[in-house]
């Protein structure tokens, strides 16, 4: 168990370690290639993963409500703590529901259970960025428009992923191929981009990077135990649940606080120290979702 967990994780450190090290040396500028893995990359990634032949959407639906659950259960549970803790609810509730489910839990889920349990994952992925996009933005700021939303490329690409995968249509192999190598690119990207974004953070508010640290993966393996047997999910779907549930705050949480400028500082603070926690809390939840 111990050496398939090391085989599942190493890969992943690697290369956000690589980042990591190269942005210390360069100080490359991510901006354009982040761009492009958010407009091309990772909408061809839903799109392939829900309408490939071999993915029986409809088999998958309760991982839908499942993340919806793990969300706003995560949420519920860390609103009277920021409360108690003086913290902000607009800081500390976005990256203790919103997590790393793109960077980490992507690479992790393909390695841990193939391609099959890859597919499956997107699932939780999709919802998790369209509540992130929609809820997540109302708790930064109230006054959020949503008129962008219909021309967000993941978005259109979730619609299109699941028109297709619900009435079993399919674009031709050789199209499918390629936008699935296009796709493909989106992991090792986002696990750069994860390292060299390390460089920029800091610990000065490392009380609350402390506290949201351990709550996202605490609170998502509370709400993901709570939710598998209320929604009856099989073997494979918990095994991904719990993953889901047990993995670090989302760096697009940092990047949101930048924009609505709701304590960027404390954000990167919380997002830096879950990401290094999630050496101690993505393994537990391989443990259980192995086990």
């Given at each position: 168990?111990?050496?398939?967990?090391v085989?599942?994780?190493l890969?992943?450190l690697?290369?956000?370690?690589?980042?990591?090290?190269?942005?210390r040396?360069?100080?490359?500028?991510?901006?354009?290639?982040?761009?492009l893995?958010?407009?091309?990359?990772?909408?061809?990634?839903?799109?392939?993963?829900?309408s490939?032949?071999?993915?029986?959407l409809?088999?998958?639906?309760k991982?839908?409500?499942?993340?919806?659950?793990v969300?706003?259960?995560?949420?519920?549970?860390?609103?009277?703590?920021?409360?108690?803790?003086?913290?902000?609810?607009?800081?500390l509730?976005?990256?203790?529901?919103?997590?790393?489910?793109g960077?980490m839990?992507?690479?992790?889920?393909?390695?841990?259970?193939?391609?099959?349990?890859?597919?499956?994952?997107v699932?939780?992925?999709?919802?998790?960025?369209?509540?992130?996009f929609?809820?997540?933005a109302?708790?930064?700021?109230?006054?959020?428009?949503?008129?962008?939303?219909s021309?967000?490329?993941i978005?259109?690409?979730?619609?299109l992923?699941?028109?297709?995968?619900l009435?079993?249509?399919h674009?031709?192999?050789?199209?499918?191929?390629?936008?699935?190598?296009?796709?493909?690119?989106?992991i090792?990207l986002?696990?750069f981009?994860?390292?060299?974004?390390?460089?920029?953070?800091?610990?000065?508010?490392?009380?609350?990077?402390?506290?949201?640290a351990?709550?996202?993966?605490?609170?998502?393996?509370?709400?993901?135990?709570?939710?598998?047997?209320l929604?009856?999910?099989?073997s494979?779907?918990?095994a991904?649940?719990?993953?889901?549930?047990?993995?670090?705050?989302?760096v697009?949480n940092?990047?949101?606080?930048?924009?609505?400028?709701?304590?960027?500082?404390s954000m990167?603070?919380i997002?830096?120290?879950?990401?290094?926690a999630?050496?101690?809390?993505?393994?537990?939840?391989?443990?259980l979702?192995?086990?």
């Open positions: 168990m111990i050496e398939r967990i085989t599942i994780i890969p992943v690697i290369i956000v370690l690589i980042g990591w090290a190269y942005a040396r360069v100080r490359p500028d991510m901006r354009a290639a982040n761009k893995n958010m407009d091309v990359c990772v909408p061809l990634l839903v799109f392939s993963a829900l490939a032949k071999d993915f029986q409809v088999a998958q639906w991982l839908m409500p499942a993340a919806a659950i969300v706003v259960i995560s949420g519920l549970l860390a609103w009277p703590i920021a409360r108690l803790a003086g913290a902000s609810p607009r800081t509730l976005p990256p203790v529901m919103f997590n790393n489910c960077n839990g992507l690479p992790l889920a393909l390695l841990a259970f193939g391609r099959d349990g890859f597919n499956a994952f699932v939780l992925f999709v919802v998790s960025n369209l509540l992130h929609t809820l997540g109302f708790i930064f700021s109230r006054h959020t428009s949503l008129r962008g939303l021309r967000n490329p978005v259109i690409a979730t619609l992923g699941l028109l297709f995968g009435a079993g249509w674009l031709p192999d050789w199209l499918m191929l390629g936008m699935k190598m296009l796709g493909d690119m989106t090792p986002m696990l981009a994860l390292g060299v974004r390390m460089v920029d953070v800091s610990l000065s508010g490392w009380r609350i990077g402390l506290l949201g351990v709550l996202c993966p605490l609170t998502g393996l509370a709400a993901a135990l709570l939710a598998s047997p929604l009856q999910l099989d494979s779907q918990h991904l649940l719990i993953l889901f549930g047990a993995l670090p705050p989302a697009l940092f990047l949101m606080a930048e924009l609505y400028q709701q304590e960027p500082e990167a603070s997002v830096l120290i879950g990401n290094l999630s050496l101690l809390f993505v393994p537990l939840g391989l443990v979702a192995l086990g």
